[in-house]
C-alpha cells in the first residue's frame, strides 16, 4: 500500500508574513514512492526544504497556484535542483496560466528559461484534469485577484481525495 506524506514546510502567506518569515511561506511537500512535489514554493522554500532534510533534486513535480510572491518566489530554483542544475530536461510543472504566461495582472512568474527544461508542462485552470506519477489531479476554481488562481485536488487510490485550496475567497460550490 503507498503511504503519502504530506510536509508543511512553511503555511504563511500574505504581504506581511512574507517579509518578516514569522511564519515560513516555503509552501507544501506531497510525496509517495512515486511523487515528490512542492506545492506553491514560495520565499524560503529552498533553504527550508534542506534544513528539513528534503532534497529538492529528488523532485518530479512542481505545482504553482498563482502568480504571487508568497506562493511562486523559489520555482525557479527548485526547477534548477530538479533539473539537476538545468543539465537535464526532466519533471512536472503544473501552474495557472498567469503564473505560465503572465496576464492583465502580473508577468510571467516563471521565465522560458526554467520552463524549456522541464518534461512537461501543464496549464492549470479550472476542471483540468492530469496524471502525476500514480496520482490524478484535477485545477479547481478559487476566487482571487489573480483572475487564473487555482487550488489543486489529488485523487488517490488507497486514501480518497484531498484538496488545496489556495488563496481564494468563500463561494457556493467550493468544495466540489
Not at 496560466?97 to 508542462?121: A, F, T
Amino acid at each position: 500500500m503507498t503511504q503519502y506524506e504530506i510536509i508543511f514546510v512553511g503555511t504563511g502567506g500574505g504581504r506581511f508574513t512574507t517579509i518578516t518569515q514569522k511564519r515560513r511561506t516555503a509552501g507544501i511537500r506531497i510525496m509517495d514512492e512515486n511523487l515528490n512535489l512542492h506545492l506553491d514554493p514560495g520565499p524560503g522554500a529552498l533553504v527550508y526544504s534542506i534544513s528539513e532534510g528534503l532534497d529538492p533534486q529528488k523532485l518530479n513535480a512542481i505545482f504553482v497556484s498563482h502568480c504571487h510572491p508568497d506562493h511562486y518566489t523559489d520555482a525557479e530554483v527548485l526547477i534548477e535542483a530538479m533539473t539537476r542544475g538545468m543539465t537535464k530536461k526532466r519533471g512536472v510543472l503544473a501552474a495557472s496560466k498567469s503564473v505560465l504566461k503572465g496576464s492583465d495582472v502580473c508577468e510571467p512568474s516563471i521565465s522560458k528559461y526554467h520552463q524549456q527544461m522541464l518534461e512537461q508542462i501543464i496549464e492549470a485552470a479550472p476542471n483540468i484534469r492530469f496524471q502525476v506519477a500514480d496520482v490524478t489531479v484535477s485545477a479547481a476554481e478559487a476566487r482571487h485577484t489573480d483572475p487564473d488562481a487555482v487550488g489543486f485536488r489529488f485523487e488517490t487510490r488507497e486514501f480518497g481525495d484531498f484538496a488545496y485550496t489556495s488563496d481564494t475567497e468563500y463561494f457556493e460550490g467550493i468544495g466540489k
